[in-house]
C-alpha cells in the first residue's frame, strides 16, 4: 500500500499507512522478540536447515526454484512455469483495473520471504509456513484468467460458451481434490482411546515421542505433566508421565525404539502386553522400529489412520 500511495502521490495516505505499518511491525517485531526468539533451541534452528537457501547465488537459484516445485501441486496448476503464468496474468489483470496495492501484494511479500529465509528467519515455502502464499497464488491465477476469458468473449458468444464449458469440466474433474492436502493424516486419538478401553493391570503402553502430547490429552490426563527439553525436541518441551505403565519416547534416532522395547519389559507384569501408540514417525526411528521388533510377536490393529501394535509378552 505505501508503494501504491507513494506512486499515486497520496501524501497524507501514504503517512497514515506508513505509521499503521510501523504499528504492526512494532507488535509483530515485540512479539517475536519475547515470545519466540527465547524459546528457540538448536534442534529447532537445525529442523529448518533445509529451508535456508545456502550461500552461494547459484546453488541458492537451484534451492529456490526446488523449493517452487514442491509447493507448486498445491495451488493445482502441477509446475512452476504454470504458476509464474497464473501470478502474471493476475498480477497484470489488478494493475489494469487499477488495484495497485493487491497487484504488488504478491511479488513484494515474496520478495521480503526470501529475504528473510536468507537470514534464517523464515523458512521458506514449506507447507505448513506458506500455505497463504499458496492461496494468494491461486487466487491470482482465478483473477488472471477471468481477466482473460472476460476479453475473449466480449462480443463472440460462441468464445464465451466454450470457455464455461471447460471452465465446468476443469471443476467437476477437480472437485475430488478440493479437501486434498499434502500432509499425512495423522490419528493419536484412535490409538490412545483404544488403549484406553483394553489396557489391563500388568499391561505396558510405549508412546513415541510425537504421539505423547496428543496421547495424554485424548487419555485426559490433566494436567499434562510437560517439562523443559532443551535442545532434545524441536517443540522446546517434553511429556513426562507419572504412571509407570506408560514409557514415553524422548528421542526420534534409530537406537530411541530398542531403548524403550526394554524399559517395557522391564515394567511389564505378568502375562502383561505391550501396546505400542506412535505418530509421526520419522526415517530413522521406522527404522529402528524395524529392527527392533524382529522376531517379536506383533498383533497390528487398524484403529485409525494409524496403526496400532500389540506385543504379547515381553519383546
Known amino acids: 500500500m505505501a508503494a501504491s500511495t507513494l506512486f499515486e502521490r497520496r501524501w497524507s495516505r ?10 504492526a511491525a512494532l507488535l509483530m517485531g ?18 529448518w536447515d533445509a ?29 512452476v512455469p504454470l504458476v509464474l503464468v497464473g501470478c502474471s496474468l493476475g498480477t497484470a489483470a489488478l494493475l489494469l483495473r487499477r488495484r495497485r496495492s493487491s497487484a504488488l501484494l504478491l511479488p ?45 468473449a466480449v462480443g463472440r458468444r460462441g468464445v464465451a460458451a466454450v470457455l464455461a464449458a471447460l471452465g465446468g469440466v ?21 490409538q490412545a482411546r483404544y488403549v484406553q478401553l483394553h489396557q489391563q493391570p500388568g499391561d505396558v503402553v510405549i508412546v513415541d515421542l510425537t504421539a505423547s502430547f496428543g496421547y495424554g490429552y ?15 525436541s524441536a517443540t522446546g518441551f517434553l511429556v513426562r508421565y ?29 502375562h502383561g502386553r505391550v501396546f505400542v501408540v506412535r505418530s509421526h514417525l520419522s526415517p530413522p526411528e521406522a527404522a529402528g522400529w524395524q529392527q527392533a521388533l524382529a522376531g517379536c510377536e506383533v498383533t497390528t490393529l ?14
Open 218 to 232: 485424548y487419555r485426559g490426563t490433566n494436567p499434562l505433566p510437560i517439562i523443559d527439553s532443551g535442545a532434545v
Open 51 to 79: 529451508y535456508y537457501p545456502p550461500g552461494d547465488p547459484s546453488a541458492a537459484w537451484g534451492f529456490l526454484l526446488a523449493r517452487l516445485q514442491a509447493m507448486a501441486p498445491t495451488t493445482g496448476l502441477g509446475n
Open 302 to 315: 487398524r484403529v485409525g489412520i494409524e496403526p496400532l501394535l500389540i506385543l504379547q509378552g515381553a519383546p
Open 108 to 152: 513484494l511479500a515474496f520478495g521480503e520471504l526470501v529475504l528473510a529465509s536468507a537470514l534464517h528467519l523464515f523458512p521458506l515455502l514449506d507447507l505448513r509456513t506458506s500455505t497463504w502464499l499458496a492461496v494468494l497464488a491461486v487466487v491470482l491465477t482465478g483473477l488472471g484468467l477471468g481477466q482473460v476469458c472476460e476479453r475473449a
Open 242 to 270: 507419572d504412571d509407570p505403565t506408560v514409557v514415553t519416547m524422548h528421542a526420534r534416532d534409530r537406537a530411541a525404539p530398542a531403548e524403550a522395547l526394554q524399559e517395557a519389559a522391564r515394567r511389564l507384569g505378568p
Open 170 to 190: 476443469f471443476a467437476v474433474a477437480n472437485a475430488g481434490h478440493v479437501r486434498d492436502h499434502l500432509i499425512p493424516d495423522e490419528d493419536v486419538r484412535a
Open 14 to 23: 501514504l503517512r497514515e499507512v506508513v505509521l499503521a505499518g510501523a504499528g
Open 30 to 47: 515485540g512479539t517475536l522478540v519475547a515470545f519466540v526468539l527465547p524459546k528457540q533451541n538448536a534442534e529447532l534452528r537445525h529442523y
